[in-house]
């Protein structure tokens, strides 16, 4: 009951807070500077609004803090709880790691034997198709009809290598007795080490523009630690302006 009244008594403040401003900003609405009597209106009127954000913080601030002293309460309670299946889990992931470690540097040996060994019966294939070729070159060279030999050279110039296939020893995607399917992914890792040659690879466009992040925090500290004029410079503008800072009196 004491709960009940405690929300009525807080919606109809925030009722009155809410009416008390609309009437006053509703005033302001078609408020225009004309002269230096209404620009100086307009700094009282800046005075009252300020007041006004003043008291509505003053409203918000404990319903505020209530929602973050629950959240911070209940973001502990998930800290604790995940660091607890953190520690569970601790021994099963370093016997996963080590397993996914071992299967991949097996993997990759078997790949490079692999590779060898296509590349061994490439070259087989190949000296097969040259000797072939070379054969009938040489059969060429040795007929006396010009027809014939044209026709010979032809062949030859036509013997292709014939296509080789060698088995990988292990595939990319294999599934397990339990049903998972296990993919090797190729991953590429980028180590920076040059970023101005990084940019010079993007102005030539060897490189996409959206590789570089372009701060324009970092462009604004720039120009106005070095005093920069407005104006157009390669890539960006600089424009200058002002803000009222409204400093409020210490009582």
Not at 146 to 171: G, H, M
Request: aromatic residues 6%; contains cysteine; charged residues 35%.
């Amino acid at each position: 009951m004491a709960d009940k009244k405690m929300v009525e008594k807080t919606d109809t403040k925030l009722v009155k807070i809410k009416d008390t401003t609309n009437d006053f900003l509703d005033g302001l609405a078609k408020f225009k500077i004309t002269d230096k009597e209404t620009f100086d209106l307009a700094q009282t009127h800046l005075d009252t609004i300020r007041k006004m954000k003043k008291i509505i913080n003053v409203f918000w601030a404990p319903l505020i803090k209530s929602a973050f002293d629950t959240k911070a309460s209940a973001s502990k309670s998930l800290r604790d709880i995940r660091d607890k299946e953190i520690e569970c889990l601790a021994r099963s992931d370093k016997a996963e790691t080590h397993f996914l470690k071992i299967r991949l540097t097996y993997k990759q040996a078997q790949d490079e034997i692999d590779r060898k060994t296509r590349e061994k019966a490439q070259a087989l294939a190949e000296k097969a198709a040259k000797k072939e070729a070379d054969k009938l070159l040489k059969k060429a060279e040795k007929t006396v009809d010009s027809a014939q030999e044209e026709k010979l050279i032809e062949k030859a110039d036509e013997v292709k290598v014939a296509p080789v296939f060698t088995p990988k020893t292990i595939q990319k995607s294999t599934r397990s007795e339990s049903g998972t399917l296990n993919t090797f992914v190729p991953i590429v890792e980028i180590e920076i080490h040059d970023t101005k040659s990084i940019c010079h690879m993007i102005a030539n466009g060897e490189l996409p523009v959206n590789c570089v992040t372009v701060s324009e925090a970092k462009i604004k500290a720039w120009a106005k630690s070095f005093d920069k004029p407005a104006g157009m410079y390669d890539g960006f503008n600089i424009n200058h302006t002002e803000k009222e800072r409204i400093t409020s009196r210490k009582n």
